[in-house]
């Protein structure tokens, strides 16, 4: 059997997410599908992790096995994305991997983004691809909320109900919150997110923007550890995996 890593972009709106469901359109389904039919195999996709429905990638991870070589890559390439036509996913890059690289067991790091267009007007080229919030956001105030999240902390306040990680402990290694042209753009790097942490921790952010909360509120719900505390997550509309590193 030979391993290769794909490197996958898409549009998740109409998508019930990555993972294949019982019902609903997944990523993973998409493209089990197309690359079974492309290579004649039947082939498992493993992604890097699961976004959840709605979200978006620029780089999420993935590797699959078959049995015959894939020799040339950009025949390769644009045979899948031919197959991919209209599906808003696309294929960017192929690699071929030893048996010990695991698409989600081999990352060291995930780097999500989270867009928030802070304007009045209507998003429209950006349309779905951001959260419009109209009333003007405080950048300062959500930057220092951004450094309460850093370092290795128990993340319970931002765990959806339904993950069923062991642990809640995770390390936060950077929040990077900057504004570009209306955007404002949260960066967050860890080896690993709880199930909708990112989203929670832009929900909880948002009101540090607004001023619903200050930084004294945002602490103490952070080490207060309880979900019932947490600002209503971000849409997922605004949300982007970037890239995985290994």
Not at 37 to 48: C, H, N, Q, R
Not at 156 to 177: G, P
């Amino acid at each position: 059997m030979y391993r290769y890593q794909i490197i996958v972009e898409y549009v998740g709106t109409n998508y019930s997410g990555w993972q294949i469901q019982k019902k609903g359109l997944t990523i993973q389904g998409v493209l089990q599908n197309k690359i079974s039919k492309l290579l004649k195999d039947k082939i498992t996709v493993v992604g890097s992790g699961r976004t959840d429905a709605g979200v978006h990638a620029i780089g999420q991870s993935a590797h699959f096995d078959c049995k015959t070589p894939i020799k040339n890559k950009d025949k390769f390439l644009k045979s899948i994305n031919h197959f991919l036509n209209k599906k808003m996913i696309a294929v960017t890059n192929i690699k071929k991997k030893n048996k010990n690289f695991h698409a989600r067991f081999s990352a060291k790091e995930r780097i999500y983004k989270y867009v928030i267009l802070n304007q009045i007007s209507p998003p429209v080229l950006n349309y779905e691809r951001g959260w419009h919030i109209m009333k003007k956001l405080d950048l300062k105030s959500m930057q220092k909320g951004g450094k309460k999240l850093l370092g290795t902390k128990d993340f319970s306040t931002f765990r959806a109900s339904s993950c069923n990680a062991k642990s809640s402990i995770r390390t936060l290694k950077k929040v990077i919150i900057k504004f570009k042209n209306n955007k404002i753009i949260i960066e967050f790097r860890s080896q690993s997110f709880l199930q909708q942490q990112v989203r929670s921790m832009v929900g909880c952010l948002k009101y540090l923007g607004e001023q619903k909360w200050d930084i004294k509120k945002f602490d103490k719900i952070l080490k207060s550890r309880k979900r019932e505390l947490c600002a209503p997550p971000a849409p997922s509309i605004g949300l982007f995996l970037e890239k995985v590193k290994y």
